[in-house]
């Protein structure tokens, strides 16, 4: 019997609704093509010779005419598979450059996740690619040095969004090690004679939900990457500009910026008439009526709302409108909640989305011990300054940072303290970036306020006489202290902040609440200027 030899393979399932090949390949009529009897279809393309970049820019002429060469391959297998009773469906398995032949979006997304997620034990995990979703976004990929449980990655389930991962396979069929993202990837004794076996159970697995029982929490958040889903989205979203449906739709700051030196924002780079804070009203505001009637996509993703500096009036950032734009839409009939975040759309399970709105409408619904005055300064040090003058029972502690060791240099305690052990901190409203790094920093220094005498010593000397701690030696006990999380909104409405700030909070709360402290949120009224966000 022949031995089969191992091969590294990518496996795409293609949707359904694209049947025809010219639809699933790019330049379908340019490819040169070999039909497999009993299999599928071969398609190639021209392999190029052509001089490594790096010769010319690094050796320049002084090596002379040498015969060396990369060359590039490309070629892709499209397989109809029966996979159960009379259904067929398409996959593709590409080589070399391959890939780039496929049209953008004819393929299942999360297909080799899934597939993956079915067959891997828990425990033999060795490589995960993930986006975070909490304070300000980012990519990581991290592998162990050996195998082991999700845990160990350090996922947080509800505000990492898995992209791909890395496991040992149950199934021999499949090798030793899969990965999965929108594709599978094997290296397994598989050849042309057993392919048609093997992505039949490919899709069986993917089909299986035994994945749930060790990875539920995996379908929770899921960045839409269907071209057709987010087209749909985006009309949903100009819909609701055009008739003013904008409950769950606002525009928000979309990373940090430094609040006390912002004189104020423009949507046509004219410093004459600055906002104090960006608004769908205020931009469409800045529109001729013709503009407005024919709001579109294209046009939020053109237009531009301008930051300038209060300390040079020069413009200091400037973003996409689109970008800036944060905006639920519930599909009833999927049972999923669908929102745009920093200009990307994602997919959020509906019980996950219910639960995080319940806990967030418990949380916004308590009553903190202070009611903190309304917000009329230029910026929140003016704002800070301002309370603590007016009230003697506020110690104002804005822009005391304190140079603390280790992974925690520079932190800033709060923005006030009270005499009776409030701890309060104060921004302004913005995106998720904004609001989900306001809820960590609340965490870092209550953390360390109870753990770390030193943090206490050096929070002590920076707090006026009549609010000193009285022995920083003792550990404080959390259950004497309230910590409030106060937002400064110009909204006339209840206090409404993006789903990953609900999680955010949700989980801020839920550690504090776990230390001992009271924790709270409050909307700080802006008494100027009650635009809309």
């Known amino acids: 019997m022949q031995k089969i030899?191992?091969?590294?393979?990518?496996?795409?399932?293609?949707?359904?609704?694209?049947?025809?090949?010219?639809?699933?390949?790019?330049?379908?009529?340019t490819?040169?093509?070999?039909?497999?009897?009993?299999?599928?279809?071969?398609?190639?393309?021209?392999?190029?010779?052509y001089k490594p970049s790096w010769l010319k820019k690094f050796f320049s002429s002084v090596l002379g005419e040498i015969n060396l060469f990369n060359a590039v391959s490309r070629a892709i297998l499209l397989l109809e598979v029966p996979v159960s009773g009379d259904k067929k469906r398409i996959f593709a398995i590409p080589f070399g450059y391959g890939w780039t032949m496929m049209v953008p979006g004819i393929w299942e997304e999360r297909f080799g996740l899934r597939t993956t997620l079915n067959m891997i034990a828990p425990d033999t995990i060795r490589k995960i690619d993930k986006k975070s979703m909490a304070s300000v976004p980012k990519d990581t990929s991290e592998q162990l040095s050996r195998a082991g449980i999700a845990a160990d990655f350090g996922i947080d389930i509800e505000q990492d969004l898995i992209r791909s991962i890395t496991g040992g396979s149950k199934s021999e069929l499949f090798g030793k090690t899969i990965t999965g993202n929108d594709a599978l990837h094997v290296s397994a004794k598989i050849d042309l004679a057993g392919i048609n076996n093997f992505l039949k159970q490919c899709?069986?697995?993917?089909?299986?939900?035994?994945?749930?029982?060790?990875?539920?929490?995996?379908?929770?958040?899921?960045?839409?990457?269907?071209?057709?889903?987010k087209s749909g989205l985006n009309c949903k979203l100009i819909e609701n500009i055009k008739t003013n449906n904008l409950d769950k739709t606002w525009l928000a700051v979309p990373e940090i910026v430094e609040w006390e030196d912002v004189a104020g924002f423009s949507y046509d780079r004219n410093k004459e008439d600055l906002k104090e804070d960006i608004s769908?009203?205020?931009?469409?505001?800045?529109?001729?009526?013709?503009?407005?009637?024919?709001?579109?996509?294209?046009?939020l993703k053109q237009d531009e709302v301008a930051c300038f500096a209060a300390s040079n009036d020069e413009m200091k950032h400037h973003w996409k409108v689109y970008k800036c734009v944060y905006c639920e839409i519930v599909d009833d009939v999927k049972k999923k909640t669908f929102l745009l975040s920093n200009g990307k759309w994602f997919e959020i399970e509906k019980e996950?989305?219910?639960?995080?709105?319940?806990?967030?409408?418990?949380?916004?619904?308590?009553?903190?011990?202070?009611?903190?005055?309304?917000?009329?300064?230029?910026?929140?040090?003016?704002?800070?300054?301002?309370?603590?003058?007016?009230?003697?029972?506020?110690?104002?502690?804005?822009?005391?940072?304190?140079?603390?060791?280790?992974?925690?240099?520079?932190?800033?305690?709060?923005?006030?303290?009270?005499?009776?052990?409030?701890?309060?901190?104060?921004?302004?409203?913005?995106?998720?970036?904004?609001?989900?790094?306001?809820?960590?920093?609340g965490v870092v220094s209550g953390e360390l306020f109870l753990a770390d005498s030193k943090f206490r010593e050096k929070v002590n000397d920076k707090?006026?006489?009549?609010?000193?701690?009285?022995?920083?030696?003792?550990?404080?006990?959390?259950?004497?202290?309230?910590?409030?999380?106060?937002i400064i909104s110009s909204s006339e409405h209840d206090l409404e902040i993006p789903f990953f700030s609900k999680v955010s909070l949700k989980n801020a709360k839920r550690r504090l609440e776990t230390f001992g402290y009271k924790v709270f949120v409050q909307k700080i009224g802006h008494s100027v200027d009650t635009a809309s966000e």
């Open 352 to 441: 996950f989305s219910e639960q995080v709105n319940t806990e967030y409408a418990e949380i916004k619904k308590a009553n903190a011990p202070i009611t903190l005055p309304s917000y009329s300064q230029k910026n929140e040090n003016e704002y800070n300054k301002a309370v603590a003058t007016q009230d003697s029972n506020f110690c104002c502690m804005d822009r005391e940072n304190i140079s603390h060791g280790g992974g925690h240099s520079k932190i800033e305690f709060c923005d006030l303290y009270t005499k009776d052990k409030t701890i309060i901190h104060v921004k302004h409203y913005g995106g998720s970036a904004v609001l989900s790094h306001l809820f960590a920093q």
């Open 280 to 299: 769908i009203a205020d931009y469409l505001g800045s529109s001729s009526d013709e503009e407005k009637g024919n709001i579109s996509l294209e046009k």
């Open 31 to 49: 490819l040169q093509t070999k039909t497999v009897e009993g299999v599928g279809v071969f398609y190639y393309g021209d392999s190029h010779n």
């Open 5 to 29: 030899p191992s091969n590294k393979l990518a496996v795409y399932l293609v949707k359904e609704e694209f049947t025809d090949h010219t639809a699933i390949l790019k330049k379908h009529d």
């Open 203 to 229: 899709y069986e697995k993917f089909l299986s939900e035994e994945y749930k029982k060790d990875f539920a929490w995996i379908d929770q958040i899921a960045e839409v990457k269907d071209p057709k889903t």
């Open 463 to 486: 707090l006026s006489q009549s609010h000193k701690i009285q022995d920083i030696k003792i550990k404080p006990i959390a259950s004497d202290y309230t910590i409030i999380y106060g």
